[in-house]
């Protein structure tokens, strides 16, 4: 079959990397400093979960880059009481949380650190 040629799917995997590397180049996470690779891909903090230290690697960036740091193409860590507090618990800040929060509500508001 000449759909599934070798050389139509390799066009196809380069076609895919290159959209995947441009789309990464322009997030608008590209201001805030962590590891080169944590723009492309989340591999290393995946390994950094299955080896049971993603909290000491995620440290060890925050004293590399400071109070915010990428850490995955789509992930921020952050290590500041300002921004705690500004992400959980204003209540307009534009990062409200889903319904699925509501269940940890005590005598009618949710719980800080959730």
Known sequence: MAVFSPSIVAIFFLVACCAHIIRCLRSPLNAIPGPLTAKFTSVILKWHEFHADRT???????????????????????????????????????????????????????YGFL
Not at 85 to 109: A, H, Q
Request: aromatic share 16%.
């Open 56 to 110: 000491k690697y995620i440290h060890s960036l925050h004293r590399k880059y400071g109070p915010a740091v990428r850490i995955a193409p789509n992930e921020v860590a952050f290590a500041s009481a300002a921004a705690v507090k500004e992400i959980y618990c204003s209540g307009g800040s534009g990062y409200d949380k889903t319904e699925f929060y509501d269940l940890f509500k005590v005598y009618g508001r949710r």
